[in-house]
């Protein structure tokens, strides 16, 4: 990951997680042999790059829809935006 892969400044952040969180955290560090930050680090960098991938694919739908004219590929991908945007 980005993180681990040069030295940075870092930013002290403090953050309240609910206790089955926390639980699964720690099991996660203790089962890499890691922190529990480098951990929290690792996850929120992926979710981040996840989040931008989903805004990438719904762009690229989007992209789709506006070039295609067949209409079943149409309501195809109308209903792929509409999963992306409001969930199954």
């Known amino acids: 990951m980005r993180f681990m892969a040069k030295a940075e400044k870092l930013v002290r952040q403090s953050i309240s ?8 955290l720690h099991l996660i560090a203790e089962r890499r042999k890691t922190s529990t930050t480098r951990v929290a680090v690792e996850l929120i960098e992926a979710g981040l790059q996840a989040k931008e991938a989903e805004k990438q694919r719904f762009f690229d739908l989007a992209d789709r829809l506006s070039s295609s004219s067949d ?18």
């Open 17 to 24: 997680l609910p206790t089955d969180l926390a639980k699964r």
């Open 71 to 88: 209409l079943k590929e149409r309501r195809r991908i109308k209903e792929e935006l509409a999963r992306i945007t409001f969930g199954d």
